[in-house]
């Protein structure tokens, strides 16, 4: 398959692909990991990934057999042994273990060294640790899937966060009540100088029982309200603190230099700490509306968004949920700046570019609006048919983000009695053909440009895909725009013979899981 297809594959299944050097591990020469992803492939490339979002892959790297037999067996245990998309690795002879894991706390390390009592090996999971992905090669050989593939991962079990914390190195557990740290559901932008930090000075002097006052969170600025106690103030800054993207460390660090009352005087600081700034997580994570924010962010970010920009799609919408989810609002103010901050996208047109894509796709509204006045909306009805409405300010123009399902519509293929999963892989009809059939309408008639704003395709793509389908008469000219065909996806699928194209990939992967468990049993006799 030719490097730019399979690139094609990894982003429409929401992974994050990047060019590696021809024959290597590593990035070409001058790359930087804030710009990687936009450097363009040659037919010679190596293909990287980062782990993390936005289809929440973190990859198990088990380079030795001691390694790759410990955690199959504990996969095995957990019933995920069948399910997990396992790579072969030339350069030690090792795997890499793909896990679907959407909770991963962010205040994480990008990677951890195994625990000693597994093996040798890695697990990655954020930016800047990637893998080297199927489709690439070494001097040792290439990397191919031994189980599992680009798009099978998708239809993997999630497992939670707290299901292979035992893969990690004994120290990042805590021993006080064996407790794991707890992370946000929502990533925030990091605020060096929140104005809650003005308010050790106070807290360093209050003496117990005496009236301290609240702070707004936003400003700074002191209160008419006070605090029942020093503990409940600390509190207060502590959730001031996590909200402007501190992490338990940094919040440890500034504690310990401003010595506020309460805390220095408990027999316990460390621990009292810990439990306050846990009590904080759950309480931010539990309050209404950012549980309710929190389940857009999440819904967007584990669906895979197609097309060329898709992923910048996703970032930005990202960012603004991010701001709603901070300030515990429907109606959050940002700004471009804040959006290339939160994205990492460094040139402002493009963000501009983003959102009039989101509005072309009905993910935005925009409201022209005086900048001084800010238009509500009742939520109450959207928020109990589980659509949510989402106003804020961006260059003193409203905008209304709205919760509509993932551009492809895969309910369009649900009828069907077939198996009709092969009908659309690179060597039928194709991922694109598939794409855009979920957009074509019976009656409607959709241009070639409208097909492009829906699916992030180009012109040439989008044709190409429609006159496959026409071909098969799934697609139907229609004046200057195309219909979906009346054609019956089963009989098209019977003719493409994708049963036998089905067996004969079971097939394959039952002989791939036999070999690897006579290994594994040759292993154990050794």
């Given at each position: 398959m030719k490097i730019y297809d399979l690139v094609t594959r990894y982003r429409e299944a929401g992974f994050s692909p990047f060019p590696l050097?021809?024959?290597?591990?590593?990035?070409?020469?001058?790359?930087?990991?804030?710009?990687?992803?936009?450097?363009?492939?040659?037919?010679?490339?190596?293909?990287?990934?980062?782990?993390?979002?936005?289809?929440?892959?973190?990859?198990?790297?088990?380079?030795?057999?001691?390694?790759?037999?410990?955690?199959?067996?504990?996969l095995v245990s957990m019933g995920l042994f069948d399910k997990t998309t396992r790579?072969?690795?030339?350069?030690?002879?090792?795997?890499?273990?793909?896990?679907?894991?959407?909770?991963?706390?962010?205040?994480?390390?990008?990677?951890?060294?195994?625990?000693?009592?597994i093996g040798r090996g890695e697990i990655r999971?954020?930016?800047?640790?990637?893998?080297?992905?199927?489709?690439?090669?070494?001097?040792?050989?290439?990397y191919v899937f031994q189980s599992g593939g680009i798009e099978e991962y998708l239809a993997q079990p999630v497992v939670e966060w707290k299901d292979v914390t035992w893969l990690l190195p004994d120290e990042m557990v805590l021993d006080k009540n064996n407790l794991i740290p707890v992370s946000l559901p929502v990533r925030l932008i990091y605020r060096p100088n929140p104005p809650a930090l003005n308010y050790f000075k106070k807290l360093a002097t209050a003496k117990k029982g005496e009236i301290i006052h609240k702070v707004d969170i936003s400003t700074g600025e002191i209160?008419?309200?006070s605090y029942p106690s020093r503990s409940e103030a600390e509190a207060a800054i502590i959730v001031n603190l996590i909200l402007a993207g501190w992490s338990f460390d940094d919040i440890q660090r500034v504690f310990k230099q401003n010595e506020p009352g309460h805390y220095i005087e408990h027999n316990d600081p460390d621990g009292y700490l810990e439990y306050t700034y846990m009590k904080a997580i759950q309480y931010l994570v539990e309050s209404d509306p950012r549980n309710r924010i929190a389940d857009i962010f999440q819904h967007f970010s584990y669906t895979p968004w197609p097309g060329r920009g898709g992923e910048y799609n996703q970032k930005v919408l990202q960012a603004i949920l991010s701001k709603a989810w901070q300030f515990q609002t429907y109606e959050p103010f940002i700004s471009y700046r804040e959006i290339s901050e939160f994205t990492g996208i460094n040139r402002l047109p493009t963000i501009g570019k983003v959102i009039k894509r989101l509005n072309e796709n009905h993910f935005l509204r925009i409201i022209p609006t005086d900048k001084k006045e800010a238009s509500r909306i009742d939520l109450s009805a959207y928020v109990n048919c589980n659509s949510y409405h989402i106003n804020f300010l961006l260059n003193n123009t409203y905008m209304l983000i709205n919760n509509i399902p993932p551009v492809t519509n895969v309910s369009v293929f649900s009828d069907s009695s077939w198996d009709t999963?092969?009908?659309?892989?690179?060597?039928?009809?194709?991922?694109?053909?598939k794409l855009v059939y979920s957009h074509l309408d019976p009656t409607e008639a959709k241009t070639v440009k409208e097909l492009n704003d829906l699916t992030g395709k180009c012109s040439q793509t989008v044709r190409k895909a429609l006159s496959r389908l026409e071909r098969e008469k799934l697609a139907i000219k229609s004046g200057h725009g195309w219909i979906r065909g009346s054609a019956s996806l089963d009989e098209i699928a019977q003719r493409f013979d994708t049963k036998s194209q089905a067996i004969s990939r079971q097939y394959k992967h039952l002989l791939d899981r036999q070999n690897f468990q006579k290994m594994r049993e040759n292993h154990k006799e050794r």
């Open positions: 050097s021809p024959l290597s591990k590593v990035p070409p020469d001058g790359s930087d990991f804030t710009t990687i992803e936009v450097l363009p492939f040659t037919e010679s490339s190596n293909i990287g990934l980062f782990p993390g979002s936005p289809n929440n892959i973190a990859v198990v790297d088990a380079d030795d057999q001691i390694s790759q037999t410990n955690i199959s067996d504990r790579v072969y690795t030339p350069h030690r002879g090792g795997f890499h273990y793909w896990l679907r894991v959407p909770n991963v706390p962010l205040d994480l390390q990008s990677y951890y060294i195994l625990n000693n009592q999971l954020h930016k800047n640790a990637y893998v080297v992905a199927p489709g690439s090669a070494l001097p040792e050989g290439v209160l008419d309200d999963t092969d009908l659309w892989s690179y060597k039928n009809l194709g991922g694109s053909a």
